[in-house]
């Protein structure tokens, strides 16, 4: 586990975060109700919380595609109000594979955002083959991405992000639709990127597993924060979590259980590797 | 209930994308039953299913319900839709009535019934996905939350008095506790309504607590079929399959493979968990 | 995608061919050329030089015939229905041939109807070929070049090259999501294809409601998705691909010119030869 994350300057501060929907005809219900986070550079954090809470609300405001009602977002210690540096820092994936991806060749789709940054030619050809070839894709560069499995639609859209060269990348339940071996080669490809590259990763999710494996979890209900910690103290709080939609991974259920019957599990033990570690040397 | 014989679908023929989605299936599911279709994607799931209620009709072989060829002459196509209820993954995109009640009892008034009927059926249909009709019937299905939606959708299919359900991925996108909700619906239905269920998911753990039958599907062929149990006891095959293994009976074969004699066919946690304590017994008295 | 295997135009096949790899700007440049010398042309030798043409073109970039002829099944009735219109319908007076009723079928507008179908078919073909062999994404990148210079007079050349990407980018999306739709509400009992035609009509509603607010869901999310990205229209905007007008375009170019003006000749000129 990383150190915490107040020894550095933090790459995004969230302060007293408001965000109100403006809603049809009558006040809209606030979606953020008072919001303070800190984001570190190379973090893996994760956010969950019941369908509803904010999360994806929250996401929003971290590259400026919505500001906030009041209170202030900041990233790398700048006002991102025109929103420009903000979305070429923070990258971000949503779940929807087939609403993101805008062209109708896949490296003509990753391209897209450096394009935008005005970027010269021989420059983006550059980081757009870096960026297929991290996310393993070289081989389908000139597919068009309706072909593409799912997994390999959100790669596409994650090279897309990379190819901008962010500090932080935010995946907005973008394996929620994704089968088993689309979820694994997503996940791997962003917990890489966070240990190799030092990319701040934010993990929106409705996966306990996903969120088992980051540094720490956040947890919404209501547009508020309310619990946070690592995923260890985060998951201890099982009764908690289920009043909030949510409940702890299965191998954690499972090694409670195992701890109330006198089994010694040591409470870090959230994944199944070192649960087998623990098993294995238990007495 | 429902029989395919030699079931191979072609889709495309004659143009440049032509593909085989299904090649020899031969399977039955018998009234009552439980049964889990998993494989990877573009393992052909879908279009087997679609064939179950004759939205697709087989390149060749047959599909016969109660023994009868559903693309047979003088073989109503409303009635057996009636009969095989089918959901298509992300359901709610079906809706489109100004209100819940009324999208509810669309599928009753293609059957024939009158108003009345139709929506007294709509009202039952909601009662048994949890939404109660004074309350949910007359608002709008677009004002819903996601996982009313999902419920609200799967009451239409409800609403036709199907003996059979077939949901694709019923649980996709919801958060723990709308998944909860939706697999506890679907395991009543089962109990309650006597309803033959057929689930296509990709969550090993959700066959894993609902299923007693899985058939595997891997590029189009038939590749398994048996208990559930048995099924997961083939490790090697599944993973070979791009598939995985629900979180607790993968945790057992690791503990087997690391020595630890813990029985490896366990599905849920609190099997795990009895199977992990006597497993543990064992090593303890043989170290004593 | 069972309802629409039909739709062979707007199909771009990825094959490597010498036809292929032209420039998206001689493409379209070529194929406008086409589409008025087909307007131009008064003579059926004329025809005959453009399908000659035509078909060279799909031989070289590989497409096979078959499949270019099914791409104009869905015409058939079209086509049926202008030459009928033609045959019963057109200029009084010239050498009848048969009588039926009152209705006269002369030589001259039967020559005329088999010209004007000719002519329709070819109007057909030379536009499903370029869409099969010129890549969605070249087409548009093609267009907004030509259109760059009317930027000036206010066309909004970039702002409809990406509506054009993103209309192209969705079709295969909205269309698979068109017949899952279909199937779902036919599986709560729905009939598309019975009944007449008001019936069938009031049965589009559960089909269409879905697909229009799926449709502005999903552009909704593509807008935000886009915004991420840093997209703030075509100021400021550069592009990976540049292209490249080469020798290969020029002798395509100067091919169908040559062919677009001997098609335009009169045949008495040939004579004349």
Not at chain 1, 42 to 61: D, R, Y
Not at chain 1, 140 to 154: C, D, I, M
Not at chain 1, 201 to 224: F, S
Request: aromatic residues 6%; charged residues 20%.
């Amino acid at each position: 586990m990383r150190a915490a994350p107040s020894t550095v300057s933090p790459l995004i501060t969230v302060r007293d975060v408001h965000f109100v929907y403006p809603a049809g005809g009558g006040v809209g219900t606030p979606a953020l109700a008072g919001l303070d986070l800190d984001i570190a550079p190379g973090e893996c954090l994760a956010i969950i919380g019941g369908n509803g809470s904010g999360k994806s609300t929250l996401a929003k405001h971290l590259n400026a595609l919505l500001l906030p009602t009041a209170g202030e977002v900041r990233v790398d210690g700048r006002d991102p109000e025109g929103a420009w540096l903000a979305r070429q820092r923070v990258g971000m994936v949503f779940e929807h594979p087939d609403n993101q991806i805008v062209a109708a060749i896949v490296e003509e789709d990753v391209a897209f955002g450096c394009e935008n940054l005005g970027l010269p030619s021989a420059e983006i050809r550059a980081r757009v083959d870096r960026a297929l070839r991290v996310v393993g894709l070289e081989q389908l560069r000139r597919h068009p991405p309706h072909q593409l499995s799912g997994g390999q639609k959100q790669r596409v859209a994650i090279a897309g992000v990379l190819a901008m060269r962010p500090r932080c990348l935010v995946l907005d339940e973008a394996t929620s639709m994704l089968d088993p071996l689309g979820q694994q080669e997503v996940m791997e490809i962003a917990f890489r990127l966070c240990r190799d590259e030092s990319l701040a990763l934010v993990l929106i999710t409705h996966a306990m597993e996903e969120a088992a494996r980051a540094d720490r979890i956040v947890v919404l209900a209501q547009g508020r924060i309310v619990l946070q910690g690592s995923p260890a103290e985060v998951f201890a709080r099982e009764d908690e979590l289920r009043r909030l939609r949510l409940e702890p991974p299965e191998l954690v259920r499972l090694g409670r259980a195992l701890a109330r019957d006198g089994v010694a599990v040591p409470p870090g033990a959230l994944t199944i590797d070192p649960l087998v570690e623990a098993l294995i040397a238990g007495p | 209930m429902i029989r395919c014989e030699h079931l191979t679908y072609v889709y495309g023929r004659g143009t440049p994308f032509e593909a085989t989605a299904l090649t020899d299936v031969s399977l039955a599911i018998s009234t009552g039953e439980v049964v889990g279709i998993i494989g990877a994607t573009g393992s052909g799931k879908s279009t087997l299913v679609q064939h179950f209620n004759g939205l697709l009709r087989p390149t060749s072989g047959r599909v016969l319900l109660d023994d009868v060829d559903i693309h047979g002459p003088r073989v109503d196509r409303r009635r057996i839709r009636q009969q095989i209820g089918l959901l298509f993954q992300d359901p709610e995109q079906q809706l489109f009535e100004e209100t819940v009640v009324a999208d509810v009892a669309f599928g009753p008034r293609n059957l024939g019934l009158s108003d009345d009927d139709a929506r007294a059926r709509a009202r039952r249909a909601l009662e048994l996905v949890g939404l109660p009709p004074d309350r949910f019937g007359p608002r709008s299905p677009f004002e819903l939350s996601g996982g009313e939606m999902r419920r609200a959708a799967i009451a239409g299919v409800l609403a036709m008095e199907p003996r059979m359900l077939i949901l694709d991925e019923p649980a996709a996108g919801l958060d723990p506790q709308g998944r909860r909700d939706i697999l506890e619906h679907v395991r009543r239905l089962h109990r309650d309504g006597a309803l033959t269920i057929v689930l296509i998911t990709h969550s090993m753990d959700a066959v894993a607590q609902l299923c007693e039958r899985l058939l595997v599907l891997d590029q189009g062929r038939l590749v398994a079929d048996g208990p559930t149990r048995a099924v997961f006891a083939d490790l090697s095959r599944l993973t070979a399959l791009g598939l995985g293994l629900p979180q607790v009976t993968l945790l057992a074969r690791r503990l087997g493979e690391r020595g630890l004699p813990v029985r490896r066919d366990v599905l849920t946690i609190e099997e795990a968990r009895v199977a992990i304590l006597e497993a543990l017994a064992v090593r303890g008295r043989g170290v004593l | 995608m069972e309802f629409f295997r039909g739709l062979v135009l707007g199909q771009y096949v990825p094959v490597d061919s010498a036809i292929h790899r032209l420039d998206p700007r001689t493409k379209i440049l070529a194929t406008l050329l086409l589409l008025t010398v087909m307007f131009a042309v008064r003579e059926f030798a004329g025809l005959a030089i453009l399908t000659v043409l035509l078909v060279a073109v799909a031989l070289a970039a590989r497409i096979a015939p078959a499949y270019l002829l099914r791409g104009l099944r869905p015409l058939f009735w079209l086509l049926v229905f202008a030459v009928v219109l033609q045959v019963f319908f057109g200029e009084p007076g010239g050498h009848p041939m048969f009588r039926w009723g009152p209705v006269v079928v002369t030589r001259e507008n039967l020559a005329q109807a088999a010209f004007y179908g000719w002519r329709l078919l070819l109007l057909v073909l030379s536009t499903t070929v370029m869409t099969l062999v010129t890549s969605p994404m070249e087409f548009t990148d093609g267009l907004e070049r030509l259109l760059r210079p009317f930027q000036r007079v206010g066309v909004p050349a970039h702002d409809l090259a990406m509506m054009m990407t993103i209309a192209l980018r969705f079709i295969p999306t909205l269309l698979e999501e068109a017949e899952k739709i279909m199937k779902a509400q036919m599986a709560r009992g729905a009939e598309f294809t019975r009944g007449s035609l008001p019936t069938r009509a009031r049965a589009l509603t559960p089909l269409l409601v879905p697909l229009f607010v799926g449709a502005f869901r999903r552009a909704d999310a593509l807008a935000v998705a886009m915004e991420a990205r840093c997209y703030r229209g075509g100021e400021h905007r550069t592009r990976m691909h540049v292209l490249r007008f080469g020798p290969q375009d020029l002798v395509a170019v100067t091919v169908v010119a040559a062919a677009a003006a001997f098609a335009l000749i009169p045949p008495a000129a040939w004579r004349g030869h």
